[in-house]
């Protein structure tokens, strides 16, 4: 089985995550500027909510791997307890690409708001969501 992990990170938080995720896969993370190279089985993808949305390259990403990507397991990081779940969701629905409905997040730091986070429990919870999911 073939996983690869791509994030999209403006501050360094999810890329946190997708280090701790790859790690736990036997993978590399790759930032989502990186195209897949081959059909992956699993792709853990992860991004950040800005301004209630998911950035553009993210979208991008799924639309130009559309053929290479076999399940989407979303991951996020959010000031806030909200998940780009739902924006990552549309767009593959509109390629026709899988989602998991299970996805993994977690508080990201963003200016004096939970400072520190992802944290190690965070990133801990994060191994246990990619063991959960392979099995």
């Known amino acids: 089985m073939n996983v690869q992990v791509r994030y999209y990170t403006r501050s360094g938080n999810t890329k946190k995550l997708a280090d701790a995720i790859a790690a736990a896969a036997g993978t590399k993370a790759e930032t989502v500027a990186v195209a ?20 553009e390259s993210v979208k991008k990403f799924i639309k130009e791997n559309k053929d290479k ?13 909200v998940s780009t ?7 593959a629905d509109e390629v026709g690409v899988e989602m998991a409905e ?32 392979l099995g």
């Open 85 to 91: 779940y739902k924006n990552v969701k549309k767009t």
């Open 69 to 81: 990507i076999g399940k989407i397991y979303n991951f996020s990081t959010a000031a806030l307890p």
């Open 102 to 133: 299970k996805d993994f997040r977690c508080k990201g730091s963003f200016m004096v708001m939970n400072k520190n986070r992802p944290n190690e429990d965070d990133l801990k919870a994060a191994e246990a969501f990619v063991k959960e999911v």
């Open 36 to 55: 897949l190279s081959e059909k992956a089985d699993i792709l853990f993808l992860g991004s950040s909510v800005y301004a209630g949305g998911v950035d």
